[in-house]
């Protein structure tokens, strides 16, 4: 682990990013979402839940609050796909 601080400011130029329309954002990169992939998405409601005590940053907090009501369920979401992308196999 790094002794190195981690609180570097963005070197983003966000004005610029605000500033732009949809059509100058270049999403060449990114594949079409097709009926085969609406076929085979589904819909992953959580099980059992069990209540946590978790810190996180004021600004990431109030980022999830102000997407809606439901933001604790977008929370869970945002961990669960950072998790499932960060699986290992198991030997």
């Given at each position: 682990?790094?002794?190195?601080?981690m609180?570097?400011?963005s070197?983003?130029?966000w004005?610029?990013?605000?500033?732009m329309?949809?059509?100058?954002?270049?999403?060449s990169?990114?594949?079409?979402?097709?009926e085969a992939?609406f076929?085979r998405?589904?819909?992953?409601m959580?099980?059992?839940?069990?209540?946590?005590?978790?810190?996180?940053d004021?600004?990431v907090?109030?980022?999830?609050?102000?997407?809606?009501?439901d933001?604790?369920?977008?929370m869970h979401?945002a961990?669960?796909?950072?998790?499932?992308?960060?699986?290992?196999?198991?030997p």
């Amino acid at each position: 682990m790094s002794d190195k601080p981690m609180n570097k400011p963005s070197e983003t130029d966000w004005a610029r990013i605000d500033a732009m329309t949809d059509a100058e954002i270049d999403t060449s990169d990114i594949p079409p979402l097709t009926e085969a992939f609406f076929k085979r998405a589904k819909v992953q409601m959580p099980r059992h839940l069990i209540a946590v005590t978790v810190q996180v940053d004021p600004d990431v907090l109030a980022w999830f609050k102000a997407q809606g009501e439901d933001y604790e369920q977008r929370m869970h979401a945002a961990l669960r796909i950072y998790a499932e992308a960060h699986k290992t196999a198991q030997p």
